[in-house]
């Protein structure tokens, strides 16, 4: 996706932010450009107070002058406008490329609307092309792994999960957590995978946001696609 998309999908977005909001802002490139957006905005006026979803997003974001609550300051949002790995025609998501999926989702919980921002590109008739992240606690990671590969292939999934960053140097989130890539290919059953990943204690989160998403903008060369409303 070239920037200059990001740009424009991050802009259509920003039609829905309205003054005093309380609005989740998410993580990620595409984030990053709506965030610019929005600081500019904010120096015409636009009063605004925000809950980063990264530690990443809250830096861009004071960098830039945008005022931040924490979500325990502020635990109820407005709106969240967050990218998307995937995202299907029933607008269920695929996040966490990016490695914050459980401050996102945590952030998409507390808000009473999310819109996603992305390019055409993310579209998908079924999940799981992108490898879906599943967040996991770090101590007891090759039983929790083995849970998961038995519960996955109980539901019909097969592919590669992997530990992401390795074992040597493996990825850590915001929350400490390490993340397993799980290259499925096709999620036929988003819902059914949904609980039984949660079902496993050593999974802290997964990246299947479902029932989060009421709009989605998509763009493309030829202009902004927007997918439902608010």
Known sequence: MSRELKIEAARAALSLVKDNMKLGIGTGSTADEFVRLLAQEIE?????TGVPTSIKTKKLCDELGVPLKTLDEMPQLDL??????????DFQLIK???????REKIVAHASKAMAVIA???KLVKTLGAFPL???VNSFGLTATYNAISSITSQ????GDIVLRGGEVSPFETDGGHFILDAHFDHISDAITLSKALLEVPGVVEH?????????????????????GSL
């Open 207 to 227: 990246g299947l946001f479902l029932g989060y998403a009421k709009v989605v903008f998509l763009a493309s060369p030829n202009g902004v696609k927007q997918m």
């Open 119 to 121: 390019d055409e590109s």
């Open 155 to 158: 539901l019909g999934l097969s």
């Open 80 to 89: 969240v406008i967050d990218g998307a790995d995937e995202v299907d025609s």
């Open 44 to 48: 015409n006026g636009l009063k605004i």
């Open 96 to 102: 966490g490329g990016g490695g914050a999926l459980l």
């Open 133 to 135: 992240p599943i967040e």
